[in-house]
């Protein structure tokens, strides 16, 4: 068994009718928000012209990673980050198998650029002048689980706070069958080992353990358990339920036979 004892910094939410961490505790608690009908954030940090070629998943994941860092009160060019996309973006890949599979396979130079995993990854440090390590998961339904575990390992080897941001966009229509997710959802997370902490902020413990597990179930309101089920970045939430006090721990799948599980450490 590992364990690993850190604390949350800043959290930076976006989805649903929320756009902020404190919109999506509210929704999380039964409280609703008004949506103000926004197809996506648009994220002052991206320059205009760039900002309008930038796909929503971008967008999603540039947003809450600006709101985390600034809850945190950290400079975002010196942050280490971690983001993970269960999905990727599916309406690239969908437009690119489209053109491939056509008469004129000229893809479009920017939505080929788009296309890459890290392209969320290579936005947010471009914009924010960052040069630290910068890396980018893809793990489906454990998507959530794998990269909390990346994150852990590293910011305890490394000794410094690491932004993880979790993001997905809608599924394209000819992929819906499959993969369901109809909700766009970013959470970020700035966290650190807890001995680098404030003195007064929260403690949890992660522990990885060879032992099959589950998602938790949960109880919220109808739109967010939709999306708790339906895409794979959504799984946060657990965590973002022990973070509130809802739950006293979670434990999450690493694999068949391995799982993560996080508690209160004080």
């Not at 060019?77 to 993970?84: E, L, M, R, S, Y």
């Not at 980018?136 to 994150?151: D, I, K, P, R």
């Not at 946060?236 to 509130?244: G, N």
Request: net charge negative; with cysteine.
């Amino acid at each position: 068994m590992s364990e690993f004892e850190f604390s949350v910094l800043g959290i930076g939410a976006w989805g649903l009718s929320a756009r902020s961490w404190s919109d999506l505790k509210a929704l999380m608690a039964g409280n609703p928000i008004e949506d103000d009908g926004s197809k996506g954030p648009k994220p002052e940090l991206i320059p205009a012209n760039e900002r309008r070629r930038a796909p929503l998943p971008v967008r999603l994941a540039v947003e809450t990673s600006a709101q985390a860092c600034s809850a945190a009160q950290l400079d975002p060019a010196t942050v280490g980050c971690v983001f993970v996309s269960g999905l990727g973006d599916t309406a690239l890949t969908d437009y690119m198998c489209k053109v491939l599979a056509g008469d004129n396979k000229a893809l479009s130079p920017t939505k080929f650029h788009n296309s890459v995993h890290n392209a969320a990854a290579g936005y947010w440090t471009i914009s924010t002048g960052c040069t630290e390590a910068a890396n980018s998961v893809a793990g489906f339904n454990e998507s959530v689980s794998l990269t909390l575990m990346e994150a852990l390992i590293q910011a305890e080897a490394e000794q410094r706070p690491l932004l993880l941001t979790f993001y997905d966009a809608p599924v394209s229509a000819v992929l819906q069958p499959l993969l369901k997710n109809p909700y766009p959802f970013s959470v970020s997370l700035v966290i650190s080992p807890a001995s680098l902490a404030p003195a007064d902020a929260k403690r949890y413990s992660a522990s990885i353990t060879e032992t099959a597990a589950s998602w938790p179930e949960a109880d919220w309101p109808e739109s967010l358990q939709e999306c708790y089920q339906t895409n794979p970045v959504a799984r946060i939430l657990s965590v973002l339920a022990l973070l509130t006090g809802q739950t006293n721990s979670v434990t999450m799948p690493l694999s068949s036979a391995t799982a993560l599980t996080v508690t209160p450490a004080d």
